[in-house]
């Protein structure tokens, strides 16, 4: 369904396993830039009733998620660290255009989060499928749904305010571009890492 070029080494979990107080605390820090990204793409684009409204959800929902991992570090005793840059999204930003019509700019940023949607779902899969701890197991198949919801919506938003043909073309070149760079990750961590 994602069409992703590559999928996530099961062996990753392993890593995630070792620290999962790094892992939560990445996790919480990206709900948290999701929902913040929902918030910026309804400032920019606060004419398109359709759209606030469902952003506005995502948002609200992001922030649940977000909450939803700070109360398992809590109830874990675990530490909430610092927040860190996200090398993947930065590389995956850099492939924002830079040109173009406020619409197409607004197109490929609604691609640009179905992107970043797509592989924490896959991330979430992985983990629900391969890690020891049940609780976690659990929570995050439950999350891989939302995930997949929100990917939808961003795609279908995309497709809605764009060329759907050009809309698919471009939505081919964020895959084998995502395809390339994510080679270089799945090493740390972090969701994205």
């Known amino acids: 369904m994602l069409g992703l070029k590559l999928k996530t080494d099961p062996k990753w979990v392993n890593i995630a396993e070792g620290n999962i107080s790094e892992i939560l605390s990445d996790h919480a820090w990206c709900e948290q830039k ?13 004419e398109k009733e359709e759209l606030v409204t469902e952003l506005t959800n995502i948002a609200l929902e992001e922030m649940e998620h977000f909450k939803m991992v700070h109360n398992i570090i809590k109830e874990r005793n675990l530490e909430f660290t610092r927040e860190r ?13 830079k040109d173009g019509s406020r619409e197409q ?3 490929d940023r609604l691609l640009f989060s179905a992107m970043i949607e797509a592989r924490s779902c896959e991330r979430f899969k992985v983990l629900s499928e391969n890690i020891q701890d049940e609780e976690l197991a ?10 997949a919801n929100h990917y939808t919506v961003f795609l279908n938003f995309a497709r809605k305010y764009g060329d759907v043909e ?20 799945g090493k740390q961590e972090t969701i994205h890492g």
């Open 34 to 46: 999701a929902a913040t990204n929902a918030i910026t793409l309804i400032i920019n684009n606060s």
């Open 85 to 97: 840059k996200d090398d993947y999204v930065n590389q995956l930003a850099k492939f924002l255009k």
């Open 105 to 107: 700019s607004l197109v």
């Open 138 to 147: 659990k929570f995050y198949r439950d999350l891989m749904i939302s995930e």
């Open 166 to 185: 050009e809309v698919n073309k471009r939505w081919k070149e964020w895959i084998d571009y995502e395809g390339e760079i994510i080679t270089n990750y």
